[in-house]
């Protein structure tokens, strides 16, 4: 470990690392504070913490068990030149998951429901159930990112490292996210449509349909940052109102 410290492409591979890990980890966060969001408020931090917190041990599980998730990646089955590995099972089935959760997510907004609670006459959602639904996405999460992970770096100590600082940004980052996806409708109905994107590429992926992750990134941020120009411009506004 000490000779790791003193060579120079180790730190860079620990940060080019991290920083991959951050990025594959804003699906995560989005995921998770959706779900949080149907929790009454005094609960919405424990449930991200907890969800964070089972995405770091699932991580350190699957790097500590690199051989098994090498393996994954092995087809299984078999016709007519179609190969799928139980890593293509996975994100098929994490895709198909995350493409109906987010269907129903917005539909549950553009119809009112997704703020009914005990007062609304429908009771909201256990703690439970959607720590149950995080961590079936924490699967699917923590599989490609430490097939990456392993993908770039050759020390377990370096991937360990990169994974635990990726998560404690993600941790101290989860709380504004929540809030700010939580305060503007149509950030979170944007970021809804990024989980339905994410959905779609996962099962191309399953299904062998690679769909390069820079598109993805590129298609997300320029929503981004025309969401960003409209909030502005709606700030803008108000304060125009309120001057008159």
């Given at each position: 470990?000490?000779?790791?410290l003193a060579d120079?492409?180790?730190?860079?591979?620990?940060?080019?690392?991290?920083?991959l890990?951050?990025?594959l980890g804003i699906?995560?966060?989005?995921?998770?504070?959706?779900?949080?969001s149907k929790?009454?408020?005094?609960r919405q931090?424990?449930?991200?913490?907890?969800g964070?917190?089972?995405?770091?041990?699932?991580?350190?599980i699957?790097l500590?068990s690199?051989?098994?998730?090498?393996?994954?990646?092995?087809?299984f089955?078999?016709?007519?030149g179609?190969?799928?590995s139980?890593?293509d099972?996975?994100?098929?089935v994490?895709?198909?998951f995350?493409?109906a959760?987010?269907t129903?997510?917005?539909h549950?907004t553009?119809?009112?429901?997704?703020?009914?609670g005990?007062?609304?006459g429908?009771p909201?959602a256990?703690f439970?159930?959607?720590?149950?639904?995080?961590?079936?996405?924490?699967?699917v999460?923590?599989l490609?990112?430490?097939i990456?992970?392993?993908?770039?770096?050759?020390?377990?100590s370096?991937?360990?490292?990169a994974?635990?600082?990726?998560?404690?940004?993600m941790?101290?980052?989860?709380?504004?996210?929540?809030?700010?996806v939580n305060?503007?409708?149509?950030v979170?109905?944007?970021a809804?449509?990024?989980?339905?994107?994410v959905?779609v590429a996962?099962?191309a992926?399953?299904?062998?349909?690679?769909?390069p992750?820079?598109?993805l990134?590129?298609?997300i941020?320029?929503?981004?940052?025309?969401?960003?120009?409209?909030?502005?411009?709606s700030?803008?506004?108000?304060?125009k109102?309120?001057e008159?």
């Open positions: 470990m000490l000779d790791l120079p492409n180790a730190w860079a591979s620990l940060l080019t690392l991290t920083a890990e951050i990025v699906d995560n966060i989005i995921f998770i504070s959706i779900m949080a929790l009454p408020l005094e931090a424990a449930a991200r913490k907890v964070l917190a089972l995405a770091l041990i699932t991580r350190l699957l500590a690199i051989a098994w998730v090498v393996g994954l990646t092995q087809p089955f078999e016709i007519q179609f190969a799928l139980w890593r099972i996975i994100l098929i994490g895709g198909l995350l493409m959760k987010g129903t997510e917005i549950h553009i119809e009112g429901k997704a703020d009914e005990p007062a609304g429908k909201a256990t439970n159930a959607v720590v149950v639904q995080i961590m079936i996405l924490d699967i999460f923590s490609d990112s430490v990456t992970a392993v993908g770039m770096a050759q020390e377990l370096i991937m360990v490292a994974v635990i600082i990726a998560m404690m940004v941790l101290f980052a989860s709380g504004p996210v929540s809030a700010f305060r503007h409708q149509t979170k109905m944007l809804l449509s990024f989980l339905l994107l959905g996962l099962v992926d399953g299904l062998h349909f690679h769909i992750k820079g598109y990134y590129f298609a941020a320029f929503s981004v940052v025309v969401e960003a120009l409209n909030l502005a411009a700030a803008r506004r108000r304060r109102q309120a008159h």
